[in-house]
């Protein structure tokens, strides 16, 4: 798998975020809280730069009306019609388990939605390696 | 076709009460008395005035007659069951004692005097929408005669029907094992539509179709189906087309706005095929039948579609209740399967 | 290693598509930016007494946003002010990468529209469109102006529209759904002969406050019933429009429908025509269903777009109510923005998709 340097910590510290172009690919880059993840920078839904995103908390409900927050940070919503994105897996909360299945779907069907690319990060040297995946 | 018509459940036709009259025998001695001291003669309500076409096909008289009824749409349709869903003006009082009062009359004149009648005949509960508790009381007595099959709620009241003051009557529901189905009008204590008041009946008949939007957007973004997974809901006389783009736009929004509404876990769209049905007439479809598979196929579920006459408003002639050129398994599947998986307590009273 | 890879969405021909965008949102760079138009004794009047509307808000909304000012997050310009509130930023943003030959300004807000007070109401009225003139069409030439009109104030409505009535620089006259009686409703037939005589369709715009519940079973919760029950909003102002038979009486007179989606249109005129030949007698002035003053005077702008499981289904319901009644719209700078290049899935011949995207735009407002 080539592996890119893309970044130093210092350039992302923690709340920060970074975009990046890899191998043709903008790939945007976040530290949450000394955690750094990397996404592709481009929602699945109608192409919204994540990196323009806010990150949020995960809310979720039991049941109606029991409002429960947790990993603050580690959501990011698309900066255009607010589609949630782990962070962890890129995996949409709306629908993860549809997006995992259509994860090997190909399509060009622009509408057609689908996870965000996500790469796994290291933390070497205080230089950020992405791995991506060759062309 | 003959063997398709014969041998279905209709879910709704319309049992209409001649006179407030006919409900003194049910009424206790205070409301007897009340009544008629008060001169309070008819709550017979706008919606399908009594000489319009759509009220009443032209060779159908006999909603008012139990005899007329076997007659006119048991006989002809080879019904097995038909839901008698009565639109009396109950929901529209504000005194909420009286409501309930008078909920209870129907469903005894009801009972005695259609589902006592004929066996073919079943029910839905009339409650008082204006106090959910009495309505839970009225759930509870009627539940125990298993030939009521639903309990009815107006689909625009006071609240839209999602908000958690109904919640005691989804309970009760459930727990008897009752769909609960929305018919359309309005109890008029909101306009009709989100711009006032439209000048025509057949307005506010067309605007039926955004009126039922409304409360099932409600019904599922308050998360009605998440708190109460067993309850089915069936929206009477909505008509069919409007629902597919209805949900995309809901379910659009929903990608956005989950975080509003995090108890919607699954799609929208998702939620309503498995926990709501709809009447088959009217269906507002287009001129052309050929577009009746493109329709099914945006509806994305054959589970959703109950067979019924809308007896005796007038959608269609002759025993044509269904689309044209329906496919045989499917005319099955809306005039029999369907309304038997929706409705727990007709097979346990059909043999 | 934890990589999924999928195909990006791109349609690289649609991206090169010029499009007519139908929708888009211009913004006030500060609260007091309307000042050089209105006279100073209005603006005395707001800052002494508040621009009362038919909500319970002067600042605020009941229904909060999903996200500030219900605009995309990127769309915040750099020198600062709300979304919308810069022309180059908007440019640079939005006109120039989405190809965008002529944009139509549909401004909302404060711009008088559903004021409780009818005079205030037609002077913010007619200092909105003054100042859509003076900062965004006479800055650049794509650039269209609406004839903001204080519509429950049929008379001032008809003033603003003979005042602006030969400008080229204005494309429409602007409505909203959310109106105090529908608006089929003879009250408000002046302004739709006003607006024909002028030559100038009539654009109906989601949103507004009318004081009616957004359901005719009374207020929702949430944010997402209100943004859902739009379409429904929409559906009963054609209604409206089509049984009072507007058109029958004004045939000169086209009408858009614009930020309310279209895929619910054809179902619903599928309905008013079986019900309407039932019941025809309450409604003589009709001499033709419904169905068919609709496709003649009617069209719809595309965003926000419905987004079926199949896109197939999409595709039919285009197909059902035809490609030359849909005009394209981004709803730029708002959330709910749909762009030129992803929203409309493959489909339909190359002279349809530029209907939609350019040429039915081009025809009914008459841009060239």
Known sequence: MPRHVVATLRELPPGGRKRVAVDGRDIVLFNVGGEVFALADRCPHQGGRLSEGRLVGLVEAAEPGRYTWSRGGEIVRCPWHGWEFDLRTGRSRCEPSRLRTRAYDVSIEPADPGPVETFAVTVEARRIVVDVPGR | MDDLRSGGIDCDIHPAVPALAALLPYLDAHWREAVVQRGLDELRTVDFPPSAPLSARPDWHGASSVAAVGAEVLDPFGTQIAICNCLYGVPMLFTEDMAAALARAVNDWIAREWLDQDPRLRAGIVVSPQNPEFAVDEIERCAADPRFVQVLLPVADELPPGRRAHWPIYAAAARHRLPVAFHGGTTSKHAPSAVGWPSFVTEEYVGRAPAFQGALTSLVCEGVFARFPDLRVVLLGSGVTWLPAHLWRLTKFWRGLRMEVPWLDRPPAEIVREHVRLTAQPFDLPADPAQFGAILDQLGSDALLLFATDYPHWHFDGTDALPAGIAPALARRIMVDNPRATYPRLTETVS | ?368
């Open chain 3, 1 to 368: 290693m934890n990589v999924t890879v999928r195909p990006l969405a791109t349609t690289p021909a649609a991206s090169r598509l010029s499009v007519i965008d139908c929708d888009i949102h211009p913004a006030r760079s500060t609260p007091d930016a309307l000042a050089p138009y209105l006279e100073q004794r209005w603006q005395d009047l707001a800052a002494t007494f508040g621009t009362p509307r038919r909500l319970g808000y002067q600042e605020g909304v009941a229904y909060p946003k999903g996200q500030p000012n219900a605009a995309r997050r990127d769309a915040w310009p750099p020198e600062g002010g709300p979304p919308g509130s810069s022309l180059p930023f908007m440019q640079a943003q939005h006109l120039e990468p989405n190809g965008v030959a002529f944009g139509i300004l549909n401004p909302l807000g404060a711009t008088g529209q559903g004021f409780r007070n009818l005079d205030l109401a037609a002077a913010y009225a007619r200092a909105v469109n003054d100042w859509q003139i003076a900062e965004w069409v006479g800055r650049d030439a794509r650039l269209r102006a609406s004839v903001v009109v204080s519509y429950e104030d049929p008379p001032a409505a008809v003033a603003e529209i003979e005042r602006r009535a030969g400008d080229r620089a204005f494309a429409q006259v602007l409505l909203l759904t959310r109106t105090a009686e529908p608006l089929g409703q003879r009250r408000y037939w002046p302004i739709y002969e006003a607006a024909a005589a002028a030559g100038l369709p009539v654009g109906i715009h989601a949103f507004g406050y009318g004081g009616w519940p957004m359901t005719a079973g009374g207020w929702p919760s949430y944010y997402i019933e209100e943004m859902t029950g739009h379409a429904a909003c929409a559906q009963t102002q054609l209604i409206s429009l089509l049984l009072e038979g507007v058109f029958a009486r004004i045939p000169a007179l086209r009408v858009v429908m614009i930020e309310a989606g279209f895929a619910w249109a054809p179902a619903l005129l599928w309905r008013l025509d079986r019900h309407w030949a039932r019941m025809r007698a309450e409604t003589p002035h009709l001499t033709r269903p419904p169905s068919h003053y609709a496709r003649e005077s009617v069209w719809w702008t595309t965003q926000p777009m419905e987004e079926p499981e199949r896109h197939r289904h999409l595709l039919d319901v285009i197909n059902w109510l035809g490609w030359d009644r849909l005009l394209f719209a981004t709803d730029y700078p708002h959330w709910d923005f749909d762009d030129p290049a992803a929203v409309l899935p493959s489909g339909g011949t190359d002279a349809e998709r530029r209907a939609l995207f350019h040429d039915n735009a081009a025809a009914l407002y008459g841009l060239a």
